[in-house]
């Protein structure tokens, strides 16, 4: 059995309990941002933070527990004060509502795994159509950790999976009973939501006649049988790279700039950074990104220049571009999107939150899908 | 008291935890659970179900884990029925503090609903 099995009957009412404790986080929110906190309220907000982090983590919201514990101990000294505070009760605030919003948009059915960075499954998805299982075994254990695998054991299950889960990436086998790969193929080839999935052919023998054929049908790659392990993961990383979407994430703070091309290359997609405005719209000119993640705060050209500077470009006025900004006040917000960012992210800000946002804007979330 | 364990009662003032313990238990463990909300019906539950093990919660409001324990075991039918502790602060000094009181164990929160039949099951095989 898995966690999911046992939690969802219990979904409705966790959810509803998150809604009202969420309403009393943010009531503290606003007596510390009103300077003084009263003893009373600091009890009720104490409980309400020790509720939450007991049982965060038990319904699969592990970050709930971690946020609600560091506000915890915090009240728990009755001398600390509003501004030590404040971040505290932002961040649990702002995780709570992650949670509700990512559940009320459906975006994965089971209750556990949202709010969780490690389990939240925006991998790219790698299907694998082979009749043999051993093969199957072991595309699962190269490419499980940076895609999500799933398998097919013949021609007709891999066009049906195809359909459904819209891989990024095919590895079809060539030689397979019933459809052979190349059947497979040229059916994905008549179908024109299906024709740019790139598929790479894993053929019985290298001879030209077996490659021309692979490619003449459509596959962009290939590899032979029996393949190096090793080589079949790097053609299949460097075709991802290629073929999928670029984002620019231009920031000053370089462990920012790190942390979402991190987060972005694992998703599969080609990044590039800049650490200020003026090379922000180099890079953007020269490598026409797909997306742009701007911090709104940088010195010299800040993020509103580099958006203005944007949208004045015919070349590069569609680009859609996501403000990451701690600024909160509602006229910075409305400014920034009179101006045309497509959206915005607050700082602090759960990386998780920027990748599915980008990729919503990429048309490649799981919504999307 | 070579026993075996089917019949836990678990009593905590939270809802929530409530609910993920009997569902925990029950299909992970195959217990059979009852729940008390609140620690004031505590005594006459544990007279009504006759549990064998009682899973509870220290921080409750009005009376807390240790006093509704100390209730317990002043009554007739709770008096010698094993207890397990759950609590959110899990030192090994509180631990040692709630095994001194006369608990079997200590469950910390938030506990990881696929593994708490076992935990039991093992304080409950160790005691």
């Known amino acids: ?369 | 008291m070579a026993q075996e364990l089917k019949r836990i009662l678990c009593v905590d003032d939270e809802e929530d935890i409530l609910q993920v313990a009997k569902l925990s238990l029950e299909m992970v463990g195959g217990f059979e659970v009852s729940l008390c909300h609140g620690s004031r019906d505590a005594v006459s539950e544990a007279a009504a179900f006759r549990p064998d093990l009682i899973l509870l919660d220290v921080m409750m409001p009005e009376m807390d884990g240790p006093m509704t324990f100390a209730r317990l075991r002043e009554s007739e039918a709770g008096a010698a029925i094993p207890v397990v502790f759950m609590t959110a602060k899990v030192q090994p000094a509180e631990v040692k503090h709630y095994l001194d009181l006369g608990a079997i164990g200590v469950v910390s929160k938030p506990f990881d609903p696929m593994t708490l039949s076992q935990q039991i099951q093992e304080m409950w095989n160790a005691r």
């Open chain 1, 1 to 369: 059995m898995n966690p999911n099995d046992l939690l969802k009957p219990l979904r409705g009412m966790y959810l509803a309990q998150l809604r009202e404790r969420s309403e009393s986080v943010a009531a503290f929110l606003r007596h510390c941002r009103g300077g003084r906190v009263r003893d009373d309220e600091r009890d009720v907000m104490l409980r309400q933070a020790h509720k939450l982090a007991g049982s965060g983590t038990t319904y699969g919201f592990p970050l709930i527990t971690q946020t609600a514990r560091a506000l915890e101990e915090a009240l728990g000294d009755p001398a600390s004060e509003p501004a030590v505070l404040i971040p505290l009760t932002e961040s649990l605030l702002h995780t709570c509502e992650q949670v509700l919003l990512s559940v009320e948009r459906g975006a994965e059915g089971s209750l556990a795994g949202v709010g969780d960075p490690s389990a939240a499954d925006l991998r790219p998805v790698l299907l694998n159509a082979d009749d043999d299982p051993m093969i199957r075994e072991l595309v699962q254990a190269l490419f499980k950790d940076d895609f999500r695998v799933v398998t097919a054991h013949d021609g007709a299950e891999a066009l049906h999976l195809v359909a459904e889960h819209k891989p990024h990436l095919i590895l079809l086998d060539e030689i397979m009973p019933g459809m052979t790969g190349i059947e497979v193929l040229e059916k994905m080839r008549a179908d024109e939501s299906l024709r740019d999935i790139p598929v790479v052919m894993l053929t019985a023998k290298a001879q030209s006649s077996d490659v021309v054929r692979a490619v003449s049908a459509g596959a962009v790659d290939y590899i032979a049988k029996p393949f190096d392990p090793a080589e079949l993961a790097t053609k299949v990383r460097a075709l991802l790279r290629r073929s999928g979407k670029t984002v620019l994430v231009a920031d000053d703070d370089p462990a920012i700039r790190d942390l979402l091309a991190y987060k972005f290359r694992l998703a599969g997609l080609r990044v590039i950074t800049a650490p200020d405005g003026e090379e922000a719209l180099r890079q953007a000119a020269l490598h026409r990104p797909d997306l742009a993640i701007l911090d709104r705060m940088m010195p010299g050209l800040d993020g509103v220049a580099v958006l203005q500077q944007l949208r004045a470009n015919p070349e590069t006025r569609a680009l859609p571009v996501v403000f990451l900004t701690a600024m909160r006040q509602e006229r910075d917000i409305l400014e920034g999107f009179r101006l045309g960012v497509a959206d915005y992210v607050i700082k602090p800000f759960l990386p998780e939150e920027v990748l599915a946002r980008g990729l919503r804007l990429l048309g490649l979330g799981a919504e999307a899908a």
